[in-house]
Nanobody, 124 residues
Framework: VQLQASGGGLVQTGGSLRLSCAASGRALRSLTTAWFRQAPGKGREVVVALKVNNNNPYTADSVKGRFTISRDNAKNTLYLQMNNLKPEDTAVYYC??????????????????WGQGTLVTVSS
């Protein structure tokens, strides 16, 4: 499985961005998928995660009400819609996929496949 992330950039506080993650080699609908981020000097943290059955996505408290994960099965592409962005959202964002059990959805080590990362910078 190959993942290609795109859509990062520079945005002002309060702005919006949509990240995309195009997959090849396997249908994303058969895998647990997630977006992680890593800020300078910090570890990789989960932002949102989506199970195979597309129900009850996990959303980190820090982005609840602002970030939404979605999946287009026809395009085999994962999205992250980010609204009301804040400077603390500045990070490299990674898409990930794998055969991950629910209890491990927030653990980056549980994911088999990773995109290359896309930088999101939010200016104050």
């Amino acid at each position: 499985v190959q993942l290609q992330a795109s859509g990062g950039g520079l945005v002002q506080t309060g702005g919006s961005l949509r990240l995309s993650c195009a997959a090849s080699g396997r249908a994303l609908r058969s895998l647990t998928t997630a977006w992680f981020r890593q800020a300078p000097g910090k570890g990789r943290e989960v932002v949102v995660a989506l199970k195979v059955n597309n129900n009850n996505p996990y959303t980190a408290d820090s982005v609840k009400g602002r970030f939404t994960i979605s999946r287009d099965n026809a395009k085999n592409t994962l999205y992250l819609q980010m609204n009301n962005l804040k400077p603390e959202d500045t990070a490299v964002y990674y898409c990930a996929a794998g055969s991950v059990i629910t209890s491990s959805m927030t653990n980056p080590d549980a994911y088999n496949y990773w995109g290359q990362g896309t930088l999101v910078t939010v200016s104050s």
